[in-house]
């Protein structure tokens, strides 16, 4: 299938797949610098991105703050012309100095959601870094586009979309997960490769509330749309709908580049559809994992009482939560994947082997 490139103001990436940020350790300097190389937006995690870092228990702020322009010269050593951002999440402590730290580096992209990113813009100013925010609703699109509007004059550069298949954080209830997916409603027509019949009808109107923007500023701003698109077939019907791009995610981490211990690879390489569920997380937002040991804990209600606080979240009380969310992703990371929370989109399931970021790649354009 021939698509156009994706065009991010000055920015182009010549395949329009934006590779959707995983943390914690999942896609750092490596993937992200693989993707870009092949004509996509590569995008880095910059959740808790220093675990790596031999103070990081002493010291976390410090060592992410290293680790973001660490693996953002990495990425950029491995595609020196190509479009390399971070996803960076409204709900983390220090959310304002990681953004400023990220444009600073060079990021040409700030990707931001799981909460509203409203001062965004005060935190890019003064860099080249275009902004894009997170959205999965109409609701959320029209808040942050007219808070950006009437606050700094200004619009995105870009907008997200994720819907309700995606992994890791989802912005939405779980009430609203069922319906979407054609699970709990008898109302929704369900889509088994892709997104309800429901939600496509919610990108159209978020496609309007965008153009609306877009011919106010008389700027182009594209909509990419993430969530369940695995294969080209999926991309094609996303993009048929009028948006410029499309963001994956799962596929990218059974990849040989991405930045994940083999274990939590082949973890989605193994898992079957019925592993992967809906898990409460300490942010306050449902999202979807592999289920394994440490999730059916969590799930039973027990607590798994963090070793040591780290003041990741600006909104966690240590002594409430069910379980430490950074303890969780940095066990996955580490290939510890019984003990792990091993976030994962709806289709996760259907990857059948570790490819190359070329291949995945070639198997959204070339199908």
Known sequence: MKYEPLQIGNLTARVP????????????????????????????????????????EQNSKECNLR????????????????????????????????????????????????GLPTDLPKYVAGTSAK????????????????????????TADMVVIEGPKAG????????????????????????????????????LKIREVV??????????????????????????????????????????????ECDADEKYKMAYVNAKKEDIQIVKSPVGMPGRAIRNSFMDKVMSGQRVAPKKCLGCLRKCNPGEIPYCITDALIHAAKGEVED????CGANAYQAERIETVEEVIQSFVNF
């Open 67 to 114: 680790a973001i322009k660490k693996e953002y010269q990495k990425a950029r050593a491995i595609a020196p012309d190509g479009v390399i951002g971070f996803n960076i999440m409204v709900a983390l402590q220090h959310y304002e100095e990681y953004v400023r730290a990220a444009a600073e580096a060079g990021a040409d992209l700030i990707i931001s959601g799981a």
């Open 17 to 56: 797949i934006i590779q959707g940020g995983m943390g914690v350790g999942i896609s750092l300097g490596n993937l992200a610098g693989a993707v870009a190389k092949e004509g996509g937006v590569g995008i880095i995690s910059s959740a808790q991105i220093g675990y790596r870092e031999p103070d990081f």
């Open 340 to 343: 792990g929370l091993l976030f």
């Open 131 to 154: 902004i894009a925010p997170i959205v999965s609703s109409v609701k959320s699109a029209n808040v942050i586009l007219k808070y950006w509007d009437k606050k700094y004059s200004r």
């Open 211 to 256: 153009k609306s923007y877009a011919e106010k500023y008389g700027v182009e701003i594209p909509v990419v749309v993430a969530g369940g698109i695995n294969n080209g077939t999926e991309m094609e019907r996303i993009m048929n709908l009028g948006v410029q791009g499309v963001q994956v995610a799962s596929r990218f981490v059974t990849t040989v």
């Open 168 to 203: 890791g954080h989802l912005g939405f209830s779980k009430e609203q997960l069922l319906f979407y997916t054609g699970e709990g409603s008898s109302d929704t027509v369900s889509d088994s490769q892709g997104m309800s019949a429901t939600y496509e009808e919610e990108i």
